[in-house]
Structures are given as structure tokens and as C-alpha cells.
């Protein structure tokens, strides 16, 4: 029988803090293999899609709202938070069944906490966006774009613009309006983000989730806080 190791939350009066244990092989034994990869593979997109949506909210300092390089950086940051919640999406769903065969999953925890970014990341129009727009790009879909923009748009039509002399306040439009079209004729909405900021939080509730599970088994963490400088 593994030894329960000792799970420590330090708070340090910096504002860092860190959640360790004394022994992660024991850890493995207690809390699941299965269980604990798959937290990992969730919080790797979890932190991948607040790192994404840190980069983009930084990069309005330097191409504000309105701008040819602020639509680029927004194309660009959508595109691969899509496919970024697709893969959370999928990672949650095998996460949830690691903790069905523990027999450590609560369904009210899940559905108040986590079913929203599993459903999310799960939904048709997601995964079709993933495939056509984010991590692939899908040729038909941009020309059936191209085609309808040169039925529907007459008169002037901007190819490449910008802001400044600075390649990194320009944009390749023609790109993105091409792409934008081709997803609208084939999905008839390109309403899928809303507001960056929400997706700041995606990983406080996999946070809660973890904590719980520990202290379903008995490994509450132990606070300690620290002052330094003093």
C-alpha cells in the first residue's frame, strides 16, 4: 500500500504560490495513472488557450482596436483558441471517464464546473472549424469564400493593409476575408469566441477539480503561507 504523501499549498506574500507533494510516485498509486494524465493533457490546453488569449490581449498596446494589425492578431488568436478548446474539449471527455473508473467522478461537480468546456469544445461547429480554419487549412472551403466575395462585393476591395511602415501593423485581408466567407457559406455563422477575456478563467475550474479529487482521497492540502522580504 503506497504511503499518503503530503500535499503542500505554499502562498508566498509575493503573490507566487505553489501546490507540491512530497511523493509523486505515491501520488500516482493513490490518485490514478489514467486519472492524472489525462488532468495533464487538460491543463496543457487549458494553459495553452490563457497563454493565447495573454498574447492577444498584450498585443492591443501595439496594434489598437480598428486597426489592420489588431483584426489579423484577433484572426489569428480565434483561430487557435478554436482548435486549442476543440483538443480541451476531447481531453476533458477522456478525463471525465479516467474518473468514472476510479469511481472519483461527481456529476454535479463536473456539469457546475467543466461540462461547459467539454460540451464547447465538443460541438460540431467547433470540430469543423478546428479542421477547415485553425490547425488545417481546407482549399474548397477558401474558394467557395473567394467566389461568392467576387459575386457579392463590386467596386474597390482591399487585398493587403496597414497602419504603420511596420510589417507587424499590416494584414494580408484578402486572407482572412476569403476564409471568413467560405466558413460563413458553410456553417451560416462565425459566431463562436464572444469575449476574449472569459477564457482567462478556463483553468480555475480544472483547478477545483483537482483540489477535489485529492481531498476526495484524503489528501487535503496543507496551507502554508510565507512572508518574505520581512
Request: include cysteine; charged fraction near 25%; glycine fraction near 6%.
Amino acid at each position: 500500500m503506497p504511503v499518503s504523501p503530503r500535499i503542500v499549498m505554499e502562498i508566498q506574500s509575493t503573490g507566487r504560490w505553489e501546490l507540491r507533494t512530497s511523493d509523486l510516485a505515491d501520488l500516482v498509486d493513490i490518485v490514478g495513472a489514467d486519472v492524472l494524465t489525462h488532468f495533464a493533457t487538460s491543463f496543457l490546453h487549458a494553459d495553452r488557450i490563457v497563454s493565447l488569449t495573454t498574447m492577444f490581449q498584450l498585443s492591443r498596446a501595439d496594434t489598437p482596436d480598428g486597426t489592420p494589425g489588431s483584426h489579423r492578431n484577433f484572426f489569428a488568436f480565434a483561430s487557435f483558441l478554436i482548435g486549442s478548446l476543440r483538443e480541451l474539449g476531447e481531453e476533458l471527455k477522456d478525463l471525465k471517464s479516467a474518473l468514472v473508473a476510479r469511481d472519483l467522478f461527481d456529476e454535479s461537480a463536473w456539469v457546475a464546473d467543466l461540462e461547459r468546456w467539454e460540451l464547447w469544445g465538443r460541438a460540431n461547429r467547433v470540430n469543423t472549424v478546428r479542421k477547415k480554419l485553425c490547425f488545417h487549412t481546407d482549399a474548397p472551403m477558401f474558394k467557395k469564400g473567394l467566389l461568392s466575395l467576387a459575386q457579392t462585393r463590386t467596386g474597390n476591395f482591399t487585398l493587403i493593409h496597414g497602419s504603420s511602415g511596420k510589417l507587424r501593423h499590416g494584414s494580408f485581408a484578402f486572407a482572412s476575408e476569403t476564409a471568413l466567407e467560405g466558413l460563413k457559406k458553410q456553417q451560416g455563422t462565425l459566431e463562436l469566441v464572444g469575449e476574449p477575456a472569459q477564457y482567462l478563467h478556463v483553468t480555475a475550474p480544472l483547478e477545483r477539480e483537482f483540489i477535489r479529487i485529492l481531498e476526495r482521497l484524503h489528501l487535503r492540502p496543507l496551507l502554508v503561507t510565507i512572508r518574505t522580504g520581512v
